[in-house]
């Protein structure tokens, strides 16, 4: 029996049979002439029944490759014999990339998320089997080319940290199903809750085990807490009112007594709640080690039957967000989640309506919060079939859906995973010539459509065992024990999008000029258009739910800027800033004012339907609130989904209490004491969608620093 191998180099090595394993894998991926995997272990058997201890790799390939022609897999031979050197003699590759990430010296992977702080151990565990999940990736699980495109920074295949595992990326959760008709959490029932306190306990729990079997963001819909806070004062009116009954009181007087007594306890509920959700979700860290990544979507709606109810808790939100949470000095600082939306609607648009003062403690929240976020509902209604509905995590939209009584269903949707293009890569390799432009942007769409069905593919007979939470108890579905998801991947229930980052850099490149002159904006709408053209195409010929997505880019700007100044070196405007530009977004160094900005990126986000949204840059306006007032009623009428970005930092070495600046050598440092110390320092950004709060890479630590503002 064979123990040990000789390498090509003389070296000796015990033998191992994965190697084999992966090298015929390798060569199987490549071919429909495939072998069985009862056929795979036939030959490893062959090879270990070699009549020496030891064998040369030399031999080991003859013999592999007699073995294939004896199955007359002849194609499958000449695949084989282009991969069997690199996969039989192939070493573990993440074993520098692990120690060094122990080390704290991996800086790529500690800097890929601004929410997790990858010197701890519980955000290390997750890093690590990312590490691993990538190296499977890599050699087993996708298609060599796919892997090389990805590596020269011709596409960006997003979350390879999570492939190995059978996930999605993010998801309106049906929270209301879930509070109204119970879930199981961790093999526990979880009935309906019979108070707003605990109905706000169990949500917390629900988002927990939500982010433990996904990666990426999920989005709940508070109005489903309106009907347990009116629980609460029903529950206290009748105990009171039957208690003031016995006392004496008259029907009439007990009643007022009791009003006021459920009242009271309603707003110590409420209070209670609110706190509980927003305490709860800045201290849980889940199992990707991180603060769990969720949006709360507050849309006031009139003649809901909550209505009442709603509106207080969209008030107490805003309220407790303004106060902040405090730092471990004990001082009130920005906490990155949960991220709010709020929807700009005909009763709140700051025209007049019921709920403008909602609308008004919002604009003095973001002045110094940044949250919440704004949806205009007439916009929104003009996109999507007059729906109105939250987005997935930061940005991703779903598409329009309709259930089997042809109605329009939006929570309990996910998405399926992104691959983004590299567009500034095409607009270096074309250099000004249109002809080259669109043919290498058709073959690269090629190979991200591709890219897209391997993510599709993976998904497709997984059963709804591996996250009970999310197919089995009403987080997404309710499916039996064992039944395949297969039938939320298709038919546009679920999408899958195609992500796109340096727009500004390809028009430069192409024209230039930046997008935002009339030349400029005419090609960039053509690319956009195109792009949409194409997403639209693959959803009509797979009928499966692709979208064009605004990649958030948190980590990517630099990547793709990186490889690009590698390859193609210094080019002005493009690779020597050392980040790409997000999405469709204006460059950041470029002087527009804010209703310019909004107005002209608008026509943009129809295009981008699978995922987009904009941010206006201000100075700190606490003190001129009606200024941004006037930009929250712009939004409403001009523009689908804005944010504002300002500075909310906190230096707890001296109590310095404003913006902490990025210095000329691309250090976070306090203005007041010069403290560099990132441990010592609470700053909070706008990363892309979202917050961050735990330093960026260098790439977007310098796009941050290059951000002019718009007002």
Not at 336 to 344: G, N, S
Not at 552 to 557: D, I, T
Not at 565 to 574: A, C, L, Q, S
């Given at each position: 029996?064979?123990?040990?191998?000789?390498?090509?180099?003389g070296k000796?090595?015990e033998?191992e049979?994965?190697?084999?394993?992966?090298?015929?894998?390798?060569?199987?991926r490549?071919t429909?002439?495939?072998?069985?995997?009862?056929?795979?272990?036939?030959?490893?058997?062959?090879?270990?029944?070699?009549?020496?201890?030891?064998?040369?790799?030399?031999?080991?390939?003859?013999?592999?490759?007699?073995?294939?022609?004896?199955?007359?897999k002849?194609d499958?031979?000449?695949?084989?014999?282009?991969?069997?050197?690199d996969?039989?003699?192939?070493?573990?590759?993440?074993d520098?990339?692990?120690?060094?990430?122990?080390?704290?010296?991996?800086?790529?992977?500690?800097?890929?998320?601004?929410n997790?702080?990858?010197?701890?151990?519980?955000?290390?565990?997750?890093?690590?089997?990312?590490?691993?999940?990538?190296?499977i990736?890599?050699?087993?699980?996708?298609?060599?080319?796919?892997?090389?495109a990805?590596?020269?920074?011709?596409?960006?295949?997003?979350?390879?940290?999570?492939?190995l595992?059978?996930?999605?990326?993010?998801?309106?959760?049906?929270?209301?199903?879930?509070?109204?008709?119970?879930?199981?959490?961790?093999?526990k029932?979880?009935?309906?809750?019979?108070s707003?306190?605990?109905?706000?306990?169990?949500?917390?729990?629900?988002?927990?085990?939500?982010?433990?079997?996904q990666?990426?963001?999920?989005s709940?819909?508070?109005?489903?807490?309106?009907?347990?806070?009116?629980?609460t004062y029903?529950?206290?009116?009748?105990?009171?009112?039957e208690?003031?009954?016995?006392?004496?009181?008259?029907?009439?007087?007990?009643?007022?007594?009791?009003?006021?007594?459920?009242?009271?306890?309603?707003?110590?509920?409420?209070?209670?709640?609110?706190?509980?959700?927003?305490?709860?979700?800045?201290?849980?860290?889940?199992?990707?080690?991180?603060?769990?990544f969720?949006?709360?979507?507050?849309?006031?709606?009139?003649?809901?039957?909550?209505e009442?109810?709603?509106?207080?808790?969209?008030?107490?939100?805003?309220?407790?967000?303004?106060?902040?949470?405090?730092?471990?000095?004990?001082?009130?600082?920005?906490p990155?989640?949960?991220?709010?939306?709020?929807?700009?609607d005909?009763?709140?648009n700051?025209?007049g309506?019921?709920?403008?003062?909602?609308?008004?403690?919002?604009?003095?929240?973001?002045?110094?919060?940044?949250?919440?976020?704004?949806?205009?509902?007439?916009?929104?209604?003009?996109?999507?079939?007059?729906?109105v509905?939250?987005?997935m995590?930061?940005?991703?939209?779903?598409?329009?859906?309709?259930?089997?009584?042809?109605?329009?269903?939006?929570?309990?949707?996910?998405?399926?995973?992104?691959?983004?293009?590299?567009?500034?890569?095409i607009?270096?390799?074309?250099?000004?010539?249109?002809?080259?432009?669109?043919?290498?942007?058709d073959?690269?769409?090629d190979?991200?459509?591709?890219?897209?069905?391997?993510?599709?593919?993976?998904?497709?007979?997984?059963?709804?065992?591996?996250?009970?939470i999310?197919?089995?108890?009403?987080g997404?579905?309710?499916?039996?024990?064992?039944?395949?998801?297969?039938?939320?991947?298709?038919?546009?229930?679920?999408?899958?999008?195609?992500?796109?980052?340096?727009?500004?850099?390809?028009?430069?490149?192409?024209?230039?000029?930046?997008?935002?002159?009339?030349?400029?904006e005419?090609?960039?709408?053509?690319?956009?258009?195109?792009?949409?053209?194409?997403?639209?195409e693959?959803?009509?010929?797979?009928?499966?739910?692709?979208?064009?997505?605004?990649t958030?880019?948190?980590?990517?700007?630099y990547?793709?800027?990186r490889?690009?100044?590698?390859?193609?070196?210094?080019?002005?405007?493009?690779?020597?800033?050392?980040?790409y530009?997000?999405?469709?977004?204006?460059?950041?160094?470029?002087k527009?004012?804010?209703?310019?900005?909004?107005?002209?990126?608008?026509?943009?986000?129809?295009?981008?339907?699978?995922?987009?949204?904009?941010?206006?840059?201000?100075?700190?306006?606490?003190?001129?609130?009606?200024?941004?007032?006037?930009?929250?009623?712009?939004?409403?009428?001009?523009?689908?989904?804005?944010?504002?970005?300002?500075?909310?930092?906190?230096?707890q070495?001296?109590?310095?209490?404003?913006?902490?600046?990025?210095?000329?050598?691309?250090?976070?440092?306090?203005?007041?004491?010069?403290?560099k110390?990132?441990?010592?320092?609470?700053?909070?950004?706008?990363?892309?969608?979202y917050?961050?709060?735990?330093y960026?890479?260098?790439?977007?630590?310098?796009?941050?620093?290059?951000r002019?503002?718009?007002?």
């Open positions: 029996m064979v123990k040990y191998v000789i390498k090509k180099d000796r090595e033998f049979t994965s190697k084999i394993i992966v090298a015929i894998s390798n060569a199987n490549e429909e002439d495939k072998v069985s995997t009862d056929e795979i272990y036939s030959i490893i058997d062959a090879v270990s029944k070699f009549d020496s201890e030891v064998i040369t790799t030399n031999e080991i390939n003859n013999i592999i490759e007699e073995q294939l022609i004896k199955f007359n002849l499958l031979v000449k695949k084989y014999i282009i991969f069997n050197e996969s039989i003699i192939k070493i573990n590759t993440t520098n990339s692990i120690l060094s990430l122990i080390n704290c010296k991996n800086v790529d992977t500690m800097e890929e998320n601004s997790k702080k990858a010197t701890l151990i519980s955000t290390q565990r997750d890093l690590i089997a990312g590490e691993c999940s990538k190296d990736t890599d050699r087993l699980l996708l298609p060599e080319k796919i892997v090389k990805h590596k020269d920074g011709i596409l960006h295949f997003h979350d390879k940290d999570y492939f595992q059978p996930m999605f990326n993010c998801c309106l959760v049906n929270l209301g199903d879930m509070l109204d008709n119970g879930t199981v959490i961790n093999g029932l979880i009935e309906s809750p019979k707003f306190q605990v109905a706000c306990i169990v949500t917390t729990q629900i988002i927990a085990s939500i982010s433990g079997g990666y990426g963001g999920q709940i819909d508070i109005k489903h807490l309106a009907k347990y806070l009116r629980v029903d529950k206290h009116y009748k105990k009171r009112y208690k003031y009954l016995e006392k004496g009181y008259s029907k009439e007087a007990a009643s007022e007594k009791a009003n006021e007594d459920a009242l009271d306890r309603r707003s110590e509920e409420l209070k209670s709640g609110i706190q509980t959700i927003q305490y709860q979700l800045n201290t849980l860290m889940t199992t990707n080690g991180q603060t769990p969720v949006t709360i979507f507050m849309h006031m709606v009139e003649n809901y039957e909550y009442e109810e709603l509106a207080l808790i969209i008030e107490e939100i805003l309220k407790q967000r303004i106060e902040g949470i405090k730092n471990e000095k004990g001082v009130p600082v920005t990155a989640f949960p991220k709010l939306v709020y929807v700009l005909e009763c709140n700051l025209s309506g019921k709920y403008d003062y909602l609308t008004k403690l919002c604009v003095k929240c973001s002045a110094k919060r940044m949250y919440p976020d704004y949806i205009s509902a007439k916009k929104m209604r003009e996109n999507y079939e007059g729906n509905f939250s987005p995590g930061c940005r991703s939209f779903l598409s329009c859906y309709k259930d089997d009584n042809n109605e329009y269903k939006f929570e309990g949707r996910f998405n399926q995973g992104v691959v983004s293009i590299n567009l500034p890569q607009g270096i390799l074309a250099n000004k010539d249109m002809d080259v432009f669109w043919k290498l942007l073959e690269r769409l190979l991200c459509f591709e890219a897209l069905m391997c993510r599709h593919n993976a998904l497709k007979g997984v059963v709804s065992d591996v996250s009970p999310h197919y089995q108890y009403g997404i579905a309710r499916l039996n024990k064992g039944e395949k998801i297969d039938k939320l991947l298709e038919n546009g229930y679920s999408t899958i999008s195609l992500g796109y980052i340096g727009l500004y850099e390809l028009t430069y490149l192409m024209i230039g000029k930046t997008h935002t002159s009339r030349q400029g005419e090609f960039s709408l053509e690319v956009m258009n195109y792009l949409r053209k194409k997403v639209d693959w959803k009509e010929k797979t009928n499966i739910g692709f979208g064009l997505y605004g958030p880019a948190e980590s990517l700007c990547r793709f800027a490889i690009d100044k590698e390859k193609f070196g210094v080019i002005e405007n493009v690779t020597d800033k050392g980040y530009t997000n999405s469709y977004h204006v460059d950041v160094r470029e527009i004012d804010a209703f310019k900005k909004l107005k002209f990126e608008s026509k943009y986000q129809v295009i981008s339907s699978g995922g987009a949204i904009s941010y206006i840059e201000i100075p700190n306006m606490n003190k001129n609130l009606k200024a941004l007032e006037e930009v929250v009623k712009y939004i409403y009428d001009n523009i689908l989904y804005a944010e504002f970005n300002t500075k909310s930092d906190y230096c070495e001296c109590g310095f209490d404003g913006e902490i600046i990025i210095n000329d050598d691309n250090e976070w440092e306090c203005p007041n004491c010069h403290n110390n990132h441990e010592t320092m609470n700053v909070v950004r706008r990363t892309c969608g917050l961050g709060e735990n960026w890479n260098l790439g977007k630590t310098k796009e941050i620093k290059a002019v503002t718009h007002l």
